[in-house]
């Protein structure tokens, strides 16, 4: 709670709960309330790694903060601030000087704030006396709410402005101004009056409890002189920063003893962790393994990405998430959903084809009756047809894995000249420059000499010989490769069917 020039105080309460003495609170709580539980520790999903929902700082918040107009008014709140813990009734004139320094003294008598004092002190239930409560899957701003709440459960009270507004230091308001900027990136307000108006007044008791939601907010005193703020969590319970003398805590509601004056629904039941739907109808390419896909934004798996990597969908639709991330609804070329996926996952490519991928292969063509591609978006150009490069073999410098489901690879000569692309089905991979082995079956004779006589093709690194040791003699060419200079190179077997090694057909004639 802040005073601002005696007109604004800021209310906070001396609200003593959970401390390690024995319970006093002897009312129960009802079975459907402690049929909820609430985990220990909750994170916030943001597919494989575990973050916070908002970054923003409450001091960075573009709402005009409430501002100590007097240096008398700052000693008031600095002296509230270093006042010991709450003192006892026996001392009525360190009581009433007590009184006379902190801010709730703007809405409470004296009597009334000695009379709330003694309950206080009556007040203290041990932790292990609070039923359990609500547990939570984070996957709603509600439960957001509850797990920034619970992330400054320990911190110290403070009226200190503006220490008071977090993250470091609460007063109550400033408790629930923080969580409530953390994760909707609203303002509820600076304390607690004007928190009074970010939801929809509601009465409550013991027997309407059960009507709220966790996130909803509890008020005490009355509409527009309140002094007390806390966060419900579920199961008749909140958490709050009570008073100098406590840290932000958990509380059960003390019925009979301090029951809340009034309470607010907060208009977030309908809010999507997920966002409103965007049209998008891009094309991306899934480039990352380890990203799961889901089915629904309560993270429900369907698929990985390591099942569809390096394949194309379209996202028709996307949201960007309150954890920070964007998301991808992915259809395959079927229309046929994919799930959800994090957009760190893929690549966005520039339409149906889908991302350049370097692929450095070496292959011959195969089928003399395809479609060479200029344009393979909308397939609207055509560079020629196969036949032309029938059973030749070129480097395919990179490939496209199309959102049709077919591949294609970018072909270039061995003059580094581009050809198009051609359908993978088109083609025959082979392992280097020599390309593929193509049955011959013919025989050869030795037509010239000073021909070195191959035992690798590819880089040409390894000699067996020269043709002057083997001119004029024959030799049965089992099989022939189209090599990627140009050149067509034969290899040879003798009458034992020993092999000879690769040579140029250059220096050879064929025997019919």
Same mark, same amino acid.
Request: charge should be positive.
């Given at each position: 709670m802040f005073i601002k020039n005696n007109v604004y105080l800021m209310l906070a =309460?001396?609200?003593i709960s959970l401390s390690?003495?024995?319970?006093?609170?002897?009312?129960?709580?009802?079975?459907?309330?402690?049929?909820?539980?609430?985990?220990?520790?909750?994170?916030?999903?943001?597919?494989?790694t575990t973050q916070n929902t908002m970054e923003t700082a409450s001091s960075s918040s573009n709402t005009k903060e409430t501002v100590i107009s007097s240096d008398d008014e700052?000693?008031?709140?600095?002296?509230?601030?270093?006042?010991?813990?709450?003192?006892?009734?026996?001392?009525?004139?360190?009581?009433?000087?007590?009184?006379?320094?902190?801010?709730?003294?703007?809405?409470?008598?004296?009597?009334?704030?000695?009379?709330?004092?003694?309950?206080?002190?009556?007040?203290?239930?041990?932790?292990?006396?609070?039923?359990?409560?609500?547990?939570?899957?984070?996957?709603?701003?509600?439960?957001?709410?509850?797990?920034?709440?619970?992330?400054?459960?320990?911190?110290?009270?403070?009226?200190?402005?503006?220490?008071?507004?977090?993250?470091?230091?609460?007063?109550?308001?400033?408790?629930?101004?923080?969580?409530?900027?953390? =994760?909707?990136?609203?303002?509820?307000?600076?304390?607690?009056?004007?928190?009074?108006?970010?939801?929809?007044k509601v009465a409550i008791s013991k027997a309407t409890v059960s009507q709220l939601q966790p996130g909803d907010l509890l008020f005490w005193g009355n509409a527009g002189a309140t002094y007390h703020v806390a966060i419900y969590i579920g199961n008749g319970q909140y958490i709050h920063a009570p008073n100098y003398d406590k840290n932000v805590e958990v509380s059960q509601i003390w019925w009979s003893e301090f029951p809340p004056s009034f309470a607010l629904k907060m208009n977030l039941t309908s809010a999507k962790?997920?966002?409103?739907?965007?049209?998008?109808?891009?094309? =991306? /390419?899934?480039?990352?393994?380890?990203y799961n896909t889901f089915s629904s934004f309560n993270w429900v798996k369907k698929n990985t990405s390591d099942n569809l990597l390096n394949k194309?969908?379209?996202?028709?639709?996307?949201?960007?998430?309150?954890?920070?991330?964007?998301?991808?609804?992915?259809?395959?070329?079927?229309?046929?959903?994919?799930?959800?996926i994090n957009s760190k996952a893929v690549q966005k490519a520039d339409g149906k084809r889908g991302i350049w991928m370097k692929n450095?292969?070496?292959? /011959? =063509?195969?089928?003399?009756?395809?479609?060479?591609?200029?344009?393979?978006?909308?397939?609207?150009?055509?560079?020629?047809?196969?036949?032309s490069l029938y059973q030749k073999t070129y480097h395919a410098?990179?490939?496209?894995?199309?959102?049709?489901?077919?591949?294609?690879?970018?072909?270039?000569?061995?003059?580094n000249t581009w050809l198009g692309y051609v359908n993978l089905k088109d083609l025959q991979k082979a392992d280097g420059k020599r390309g593929i082995w193509m049955k011959n079956n013919e025989q050869v004779t030795i037509a010239k000499k000073g021909y070195t006589i191959w035992g690798d093709i590819n880089n040409f690194s390894s000699k067996k010989g020269s043709t002057n040791t083997v001119y004029k003699k024959t030799f049965h060419a089992q099989g022939r490769y189209n090599h990627f200079s140009g050149e067509v190179y034969y290899s040879l077997y003798d009458n034992n069917n020993k092999w000879i090694g690769y040579i140029n057909k250059t220096g050879v004639t064929v025997k019919h």
């Amino acid at each position: 709670m802040f005073i601002k020039n005696n007109v604004y105080l800021m209310l906070a =309460v001396i609200f003593i709960s959970l401390s390690t003495s024995t319970a006093i609170f002897t009312e129960s709580v009802s079975a459907e309330q402690t049929s909820i539980e609430i985990s220990e520790s909750t994170t916030i999903t943001k597919d494989s790694t575990t973050q916070n929902t908002m970054e923003t700082a409450s001091s960075s918040s573009n709402t005009k903060e409430t501002v100590i107009s007097s240096d008398d008014e700052a000693n008031q709140i600095n002296s509230v601030e270093q006042t010991s813990p709450v003192p006892t009734t026996d001392n009525e004139e360190e009581l009433r000087k007590q009184f006379e320094a902190d801010s709730r003294s703007s809405v409470m008598s004296f009597e009334e704030y000695k009379s709330f004092i003694e309950t206080l002190k009556k007040l203290t239930p041990t932790q292990s006396d609070l039923p359990a409560a609500r547990a939570f899957s984070a996957g709603t701003q509600r439960d957001q709410i509850v797990a920034e709440a619970k992330k400054h459960l320990g911190k110290p009270y403070t009226q200190k402005h503006p220490d008071r507004l977090g993250p470091n230091k609460f007063d109550c308001s400033g408790l629930t101004r923080y969580v409530f900027l953390q =994760v909707t990136g609203k303002n509820i307000g600076d304390w607690t009056v004007p928190q009074e108006k970010s939801g929809t007044k509601v009465a409550i008791s013991k027997a309407t409890v059960s009507q709220l939601q966790p996130g909803d907010l509890l008020f005490w005193g009355n509409a527009g002189a309140t002094y007390h703020v806390a966060i419900y969590i579920g199961n008749g319970q909140y958490i709050h920063a009570p008073n100098y003398d406590k840290n932000v805590e958990v509380s059960q509601i003390w019925w009979s003893e301090f029951p809340p004056s009034f309470a607010l629904k907060m208009n977030l039941t309908s809010a999507k962790p997920q966002g409103e739907a965007i049209n998008d109808g891009s094309y =991306v /390419t899934i480039t990352k393994k380890g990203y799961n896909t889901f089915s629904s934004f309560n993270w429900v798996k369907k698929n990985t990405s390591d099942n569809l990597l390096n394949k194309t969908y379209q996202a028709k639709i996307r949201y960007n998430h309150i954890n920070g991330d964007t998301y991808y609804s992915l259809y395959d070329n079927k229309g046929t959903w994919q799930g959800y996926i994090n957009s760190k996952a893929v690549q966005k490519a520039d339409g149906k084809r889908g991302i350049w991928m370097k692929n450095n292969e070496f292959i /011959t =063509v195969t089928n003399k009756s395809s479609t060479i591609w200029g344009n393979i978006n909308d397939f609207s150009a055509k560079k020629g047809s196969t036949a032309s490069l029938y059973q030749k073999t070129y480097h395919a410098q990179g490939r496209y894995n199309h959102f049709s489901g077919d591949v294609y690879y970018s072909l270039y000569d061995n003059k580094n000249t581009w050809l198009g692309y051609v359908n993978l089905k088109d083609l025959q991979k082979a392992d280097g420059k020599r390309g593929i082995w193509m049955k011959n079956n013919e025989q050869v004779t030795i037509a010239k000499k000073g021909y070195t006589i191959w035992g690798d093709i590819n880089n040409f690194s390894s000699k067996k010989g020269s043709t002057n040791t083997v001119y004029k003699k024959t030799f049965h060419a089992q099989g022939r490769y189209n090599h990627f200079s140009g050149e067509v190179y034969y290899s040879l077997y003798d009458n034992n069917n020993k092999w000879i090694g690769y040579i140029n057909k250059t220096g050879v004639t064929v025997k019919h």
